[in-house]
């Protein structure tokens, strides 16, 4: 028999109970998922708005990753995958000890701290996803405020309910592979609901939309997009045969998506749009990832399909005509993006999901209660497959209304400390009065231009004096992409 090579042998660093292969995978994994925030979004959001207000946008972003990542090690983390406090939260606690953070984690074969950081991203976009709704016009200081208790009392009753294994919809059977309904239903109606009591952007900034920079928000989707691979690889806690087909599912659903929706702009407004090609991949990316390991290839096709179009529809048509959708100022559309193309995953994956993709998920004993309504009136088990259905859409009853009354509640209290919107003259400046900053400066106001002394010896004595030469930042030729 031949012996085990000495790299395998568990020892204190690698404990018998970890598998090298899917620690690495998880914390590769997890860096993919954070790339898509830090810096795909943060690109995303620089690069979407107007020109004025490039460095806001982006900088809201940065901030909620930071702030999210510290309070997730505080606290966060132990109320969303910690022992139960009550039926929809885990008991707060620290996620710093040694002991704690070295010991197995709570599912697969990897430390806590591989876990910790994995959740953590997912809880950082998140709170970023909300950002791309109040852009423009959020006071930073009540943002400032916002993101910590949101974290806090929002996203972490979600994950608990759905994502823990002691949360009761978890123990009802919801299909939530990797957070269509803990991530993009929370904040996409999380954003619209905020934008509500935010107010709206000013006037002018709602007339002119178009982005500052399209190469640049191309970058930001595409990595949004590859990160992705991360987001619903990484569910499955294992280097396994799911997790690669969550991987292809993934991105045959979003190409799918991006074709749906370029098909639709160019035969009803005559041009193919690129900014609607952003949309198509995003609404394509958030429909599968509730069902991307626990459905067919056809159902795949099928979900690009819907979440091509449904939200197109929604955006593109239904928002014009509905009197309260015109009322809400989303800039990046969250709530088509997101919540809309959340919940049609959601119900999709009530539809479509497959018994035998299920038990290779879950690994548990009861792995026959999940079952799609398709399935189930196939195998004669119609009762099963309307239970499911009834499950998902329970839980997004429950993500929507938790939502609602969370943000609201957190708004009206930030709104009796500081106000939720800028000042009117910082909304008609933007990034210069908000942070004394410019995105798109290259030089300073009067800053020099100095004689280059490159492959010159001379001595500064025989320098005839000059007259310094000035520009100003309105003689700097800026170039804007639209």
Known sequence: MESIPANLL??????????????AWQLTAATLVGLQSMPGLVILYGSMVRKKWALNSAFMAIYAFAMVIVCWVGWGFRMSFGDKLVVFLGK????????FLLGQAYLGYFPTATMVFFQGVFACI???????????RMNFRAWVMFVPLWLTFSYTVAAFSIWSPNGWLAKLGVIDFAGGYVIHVSAGVAGFTASYWVGPRADKDREETQPNNIIMMLAGVGL???????????????????????????????????L???LLDTCFFGKPSVIGVVQGIITGLVCITPAAEVVQG???ILMGLISGSVPWYTMMVLHSKVKFLRYIDDPLAVFHTHAIAGILGGILTGIFAVPKLCRLFYLVPDWDKYIGLAYGLQTGQTSAGLHQMGIQLGG?????????????????FIRLIVPLRMSEEELYIGDESVHGEKAFALFTEKQKFKKSKINSVYDDDDEEEEEPSYVTSRSIVEVQMV
């Open 92 to 99: 707060p606690g620290v996620a710093l000890d040694e002991k």
């Open 224 to 258: 949004l997009w590859m990160g992705w691979s991360g987001f619903n690889g990484g569910a499955p806690f294992a280097v396994s045969s799911d997790a690669s087909l969550a991987i292809l599912n993934t991105h045959v659903c979003t190409a799918t998506s991006l």
């Open 10 to 23: 568990p020892d204190e660093a690698s404990p018998a109970w970890m598998n090298k292969g899917d620690n």
């Open 260 to 262: 749906t929706w370029l």
């Open 396 to 412: 997004i009853l429950f993500v929507v209304c938790l939502n609602i009354v969370t943000t609201s509640i957190i708004c009206l």
């Open 298 to 300: 056809w159902a795949v």
């Open 126 to 136: 998140t709170v970023v996803l909300i950002a791309g709704a109040l852009l423009g």
